[in-house]
């Protein structure tokens, strides 16, 4: 979204997102939490700009390296495709109900339209070096608007 006069970016890439919200039903945070599924840790979501990723590749990532995380990007991206073309369920898709979790795809009760597969290796050379993600979907907002102290009780702190 932002380059120089050449046509040129800084180390940050920032990603616009906002159309496959609206023709997928996508958002910014279900594609963040899909690459999880990858091995990626999910990147920074709508900063500076609202439904967009930022994604910092670095001179201490390998060709590699980047050329999986392209892979894994344009993976996901297909798998909006295939939402926003009908192939995939608007609610039951990979990326809604991602990150998935080891306990999550080999429980016996599994009722997704998708396959354990495309959940836990999307790719092929994910299988090589998965990393499990401990924790699956947490609702977001619901943590932000419902803090919880963990703190001692304010009375512990006063001098006796």
């Known amino acids: 979204m932002y380059s120089g006069k050449n046509g040129r970016c ?4 920032i990603l616009a ?9 996508v958002e ?17 979501v709508s900063f500076p700009v609202a439904d967009t990723l930022m994604v910092e590749p ?5 060709r590699e390296e980047l050329d999986r995380f392209c892979a894994a990007m344009i993976a996901i991206r297909q798998e909006i495709a295939a939402i926003a073309e009908g192939k995939a369920d608007r609610q039951d898709n990979v990326l809604k109900n991602c990150p998935h979790t080891a306990k999550a795809v080999v429980a016996d009760d599994w ?10 290796f999307p790719l092929k050379w994910v299988r090589d070096n998965k990393f499990w993600p ?13 803090l919880i102290c963990s703190c001692p009780p304010i009375e512990s702190y006063a001098d006796s």
């Not at 670095?58 to 390998?62: F, H, L």
Request: charged content about 30%.
């Open 10 to 13: 800084a180390h940050e890439m």
């Open 17 to 25: 997102c906002a159309e496959f919200k609206r023709d997928a039903g």
């Open 134 to 146: 401990s924790v699956g979907r947490i609702d977001n907002v619901r943590g932000d608007k419902n």
């Open 28 to 44: 910014v945070g279900d594609i963040a939490k899909r690459l999880m599924d990858y091995g990626y840790h999910a990147p920074t």
């Open 111 to 120: 009722q997704h339209a998708y396959s354990r597969e495309q959940a836990a």
């Open 58 to 62: 670095t001179e201490s990532e390998s």
